[in-house]
């Protein structure tokens, strides 16, 4: 059964007799150890039946994506929100003191900055466990502004992953070679038609070869995204994910906006997760 629902029905007094005297336990600390472990069993036996009956109907990889989102999902669920004032408090005193050594160090922004002032006084850059959303009509620039963004993280020596669902991944990394080397993308494509032309593109390219950059054009699955940025997180901290574009995921929901929603919050989740 669920404590969080006894303690709505019942006096918070009952249940604590009720813990203290089962089984033995000597203290309500113990009794709802006891019952969170239960509970993610049964959680564990639900998620884990869901992914056999999905077999039937779908790739193994994409239930094996949607296994991993729902077991990590098992042990956030676990960790409890700080919710007083004191707690608040606290953390924006932490914000506060790491602006301020930021600021001594000559970074103007609380964030990364993005290269363009405008956006980086409004917001303050790219913060962590932020979520930025660029939206405007078809073939107006939007991906080709998300690069700009990517390219000016990456001459700061951060750490870029990108998830392309429209685009190939060359056709991606031939934007950022037309930024780094200052010349139009119909050059990059032409590069090998013209001696003068590649010369500028290889050496344009051997600069980037340090750029800690990463890029996906074959994940388009919400589930296996989130997945994918845990991964790349855990083995290395992420400083910016782009995801080009959130039209294009796929997931269980029935209509876009439920998946949208759903896929919103559970980048954000995400995000908080790994700040």
């Known amino acids: 059964f669920d404590l969080l629902y006894l303690y709505e029905k019942f006096d918070p007094i009952f ?31 639900e998620v884990t039946n ?30 409890k929100e700080q919710t007083d004032v004191l707690s608040i408090i606290e953390e924006v005193t932490e914000s506060q003191l790491a602006y301020a050594s930021m600021v001594e160090l000559g970074q103007k922004t609380i ?15 790219l913060r962590p466990a932020h979520l930025a959303v660029i939206s405007a009509y078809t073939n107006v620039g939007k991906t080709t502004f998300a690069m700009n963004i990517a390219h000016n993280v990456l001459k700061q020596g951060k750490r870029v992953v990108i998830f392309s669902l429209e685009m190939s991944r060359a056709d991606l990394f031939s934007k950022l070679v037309a930024l780094e080397g200052d010349m139009p993308m119909s050059e990059v494509v032409m590069a090998g038609a ?19 950059l990463s890029i996906y054009s074959e994940k388009h699955s919400i589930n296996e995204i989130l997945t994918t940025m845990r991964a790349e997180n855990d083995r290395k901290k992420v400083d910016l994910f782009i995801i080009d574009y959130l039209q294009n995921l796929t997931g269980e929901q029935k209509t876009e906006y439920e998946l949208l929603t759903k896929s919103v919050q559970d980048l954000q989740e995400i995000g908080r997760a790994h700040v």
């Open 50 to 79: 869901k992914a056999i009956k999905a077999l039937d109907e779908k790739d193994a990889i994409e239930v094996s994506a949607e296994l991993a989102i729902d077991a990590l999902g098992i042990a956030d669920s676990r960790k």
């Open 111 to 125: 964030g990364i900055p993005t290269g363009f002032k405008i956006i980086d006084d409004n917001i303050s850059g």
């Open 15 to 45: 249940i604590a007799g009720c813990i203290t005297e089962s089984n033995g336990i000597t203290s309500i600390e113990s009794g709802i150890k006891i019952l969170e472990q239960d509970r993610a069993k049964e959680r564990i036996k």
């Open 194 to 212: 013209n001696n003068k032309r590649y010369e500028q593109y290889t050496e344009t390219v051997d600069r980037m070869r340090d750029y800690d």
